[in-house]
């Protein structure tokens, strides 16, 4: 048993096993062609070899959680007749001292013995680490021992080995430069977030299990959900065929799937909550001052989607926005805009109900970050200039610096709170031009819960909503239709009142 410590713990995989190919990988054409090129040369090493090539000793896969790193290194397993050996950086680590580098050593040693093969290393971070007294305190580590194994081991090959490591990890700024240079992990693949070109074959490759609907439309689901991983859209389709399913719906439609996007990326909507009349009159007032400046602020700033109190995760309402595109980089003008939407919902409860609470805690957050990273790393202040005050994120060092002085972190908070507040004042002026419109978005969200864009763009005209009620709805499914009940003459007139129909108080209009 303790002569088993050492063994390593990898597991091997092979074209049968995986079931997966490149036929299932979608959205990250250029990574794919890029690993293609590594399988094509353990098929055919001597196509390389005539002009003098050599075959790449790493490739590293970096990308945000969720875009499909794993994905692909088993689509390399089925789409390679080779042997694939697959180990996690955390197996390498033990309670007993030298047990990682002796299963790094036993790694390579049995993937020698089998090349050609591919080596798969899942979260190199674990072991990859910087090395260096300010990362581990300076006393001895066996993360440290295990990446010098891993190094002498990929430095150590010769060339007809034929034994090629692909590492994935999402840190790669945190890697240690032994590990990444040229000779170990010879190419960087970026496995990005993918397009809304790419949303649409991932759509496409996970609707494969699911009965959809004629009438769905999968690339406007791609186009509603940007900046969604691979794992996001697919947990998208997960979540509409189990909505559908409870439903007891032959097939998933479209409001299925746009229910599992709000879910995935919201929160479950959570309907059965109490709410106390004042809190949700609070929130309806609250969601359409965000609303009304997102609908005035719509060239600047991203079109409105939804508005909605039913409460939904943390949230008790929200407000939903569907970019009309992919956005890689931020505008000022965007910065802008989106910072005085935030600031909506604060001024609209203020001024409805007299007084401030916490419901804004979500928007000063979100606020206080975009401004700051305006000043700190963008340098959109004219006051600090062309310059980068944000600490280096790559470096761990156990004592917090800042590379500015004491006045120029003066200058910093100064020019981050005139930023929110020039954001507020804005704001605040255009709903105050504006209150009638915001007045009856919020009555109109008591009634119906839930508004669409179009919705909101009618009230802001003065139209008026032709939709049901909720307490119309509530009024013909809970109340029978007998002579007993209707005989009450105050009866009809309570009804709306309690279910949040017409009668609801107006705090603080005038």
């Known amino acids: 048993m303790l002569g088993s410590f050492g063994r390593s713990r990898h597991r091997v995989s092979n074209k049968e096993l995986t079931n997966i190919t490149f036929k299932d990988v979608a959205g990250v054409d250029e990574a794919k062609d890029e690993v293609a090129e590594i399988i094509e040369f353990l098929k055919n090493p001597k196509k390389f070899q005539r002009l003098g090539g050599r075959i790449p000793r790493g490739v590293l896969l970096v990308g945000e959680p969720g875009c499909g790193k794993t994905l692909l290194a088993k689509a390399i397993a089925g789409e390679a007749d080779v042997p694939f050996f697959s180990i996690s950086g955390a197996d390498f680590v033990e309670m007993f001292v030298g047990v990682g580098a002796s299963r790094v050593r036993d790694l390579f040693k049995s993937a020698k013995e089998n090349a050609p093969c591919i080596i798969f290393l899942d979260e190199i971070d674990a072991v990859g680490r910087k090395r260096g007294a300010a990362y581990n305190g300076g006393g001895h580590d066996e993360r440290e021992q295990t990446l010098n194994a891993i190094l002498v081991e990929m430095d150590g090959f010769d060339t007809s080995d034929q034994v090629i490591v692909i590492a994935a990890t ?37 609707a494969r299990k699911v009965k959809l609907s004629p009438t769905v439309d999968l690339m406007r689901l791609a186009r509603a959900t940007p900046m969604f991983s691979g794992a996001e859209l697919a947990a998208v389709i997960n979540e509409a065929a189990i909505l559908a399913t409870m439903q007891n719906k ?29 809190e949700r009159i609070n929130t309806a007032y609250h969601e ?30 929200a407000t939903m926005s569907l970019p009309e595109k992919d956005r890689y980089g931020f505008g000022s003008r965007w910065l802008r805009a989106t910072m005085r939407v935030l600031c909506g919902g604060r001024i609209a409860e203020l001024r409805a109900s007299g007084e401030i609470s916490s419901g804004a805690a979500m928007d000063i957050e979100q606020m206080t970050r975009m401004a700051r990273t305006m000043v700190l790393e963008w340098g959109m202040s004219d006051r600090l200039g062309f ?14 610096e800042k590379p500015y002085s004491d006045e120029t972190a003066s200058m910093i908070d100064e020019e981050v709170k005139r930023f929110v507040d020039e954001a507020y004042k804005d704001a605040d002026r255009m709903l105050n031009e504006n209150w009638q419109k915001v007045d009856a978005v919020a009555q109109a969200l008591l009634k119906h819960e839930t508004l669409d864009g179009d919705e909101v763009r009618r009230l802001c005209l003065g ?3 032709d939709k049901p009620t909720l307490s119309g709805l509530l009024a013909n499914e809970v109340v029978p239709p007998k002579p007993q009940v209707a005989r009450p003459v105050a009866r009809p007139t309570e009804m709306p009142g309690g279910f949040g129909g017409g009668s609801l108080p107006q705090p603080g209009v005038g």
Do not use: W
């Not at 060239?299 to 949230?315: E, N, Q």
């Open 387 to 400: 310059v980068r005050y944000s600490p280096d994120t790559g470096t761990e060092s156990i004592f917090s």
């Open 170 to 206: 999402n840190r790669d700024d945190i890697l240690d430069p032994a590990l990444t240079r040229p000779g170990r992990f010879d190419r960087r693949v970026y496995v990005p977030l993918p397009d809304v070109k790419g949303r649409l074959e991932i759509l496409k490759v996970h």
């Open 288 to 317: 359409a001052g965000h609303a009304i400046l997102q609908m005035m602020l719509a060239p600047d700033c991203d079109p409105l989607h939804k508005v909605t109190i039913i409460p939904r995760g943390r949230a008790l309402g």
């Open 250 to 278: 032959d097939m998933v439609e479209m409001d299925d799937l746009e229910e599992a996007r709000d879910k995935v990326r919201y929160g479950r909507s959570n309907k059965s909550r109490a709410i106390e009349e004042k």
């Open 463 to 465: 139209e008026a909503l």
